[in-house]
């Protein structure tokens, strides 16, 4: 039995304009950690990744820092116990593999770019947009951040604000939305992509290879619905 062992308090990241990170002595003990992971691991701040080498570079030593993580054994009277401690991934969430094999594959394919290539793209902003209940949010909101996207989410509004802190910390707009979980947010997100089409979006074909992402465009926005 595998079991994850998820915390879910966090803080933004501040990147310089260099190598190095700005880590205010008032930032939490996440804030102090990541910052030591991502210093460890040479991650760059997204405006300078300015090829397509620098930002699969990036892509490449984020997901060497996650899921290697340790595994806990514990005994007790039904048998044994193993415990994946994803906490130990860069977020300390579960989900940031998942977010950067997605955003990697999009920016491959050519359907996402992050803001500082907007001028090779016509002046095209690229927003990704996804739903959560909590700590998808914070690997989503981590991996925008790393790879220098924009990010909105979809998120009820029963969620706690201790959990919905984090997610804008890393620079994402968040979207309450009526109570009811999951399910609720999921349908706001259907009116939402309904609202697209109505206001002219156009879908934008892509070599899927099993992706689910839904990707619309008009004009100078192109947005993605990330699934």
Known sequence: VITPIVLYNHDMIRF???????????????????????????IRAPSLLSTHEDRQQQYDKLIGMTGNTPITRHENRNGTILMKRLSQNPSECHYDLVYLKTLQFLEEQGVIWPTNKNEEHNGQ????????????????????????FEGTLF????????????????GLNIIR???????????????????????????????????????????DLRVCIVN
């Open 155 to 170: 998120v009820p509004e029963e969620i706690p604000d201790a959990r919905v802190d984090p997610m804008k910390s890393f």
């Open 177 to 219: 939305t009526p109570p009811g979980y999951v399910k609720a947010a999921s349908e706001q997100l259907g009116i939402y992509i309904q609202q697209l089409k109505a206001d002219g979006y156009t879908p934008v074909k892509f070599d899927r290879r099993g992706n689910r992402t839904l990707v619309y465009e008009k004009g």
């Open 125 to 148: 902003n690229v927003e990704l947009v996804e739903l959560t209940s909590g700590s998808a949010g914070i690997s989503f909101g981590f991996v925008t951040n790393m790879m220098g």
């Open 16 to 42: 310089t304009e260099g190598p190095k990170y700005l880590v205010d002595p008032q930032s939490s003990a996440f804030d102090q950690r990541l910052s030591f992971r991502l210093q460890q691991a040479a």
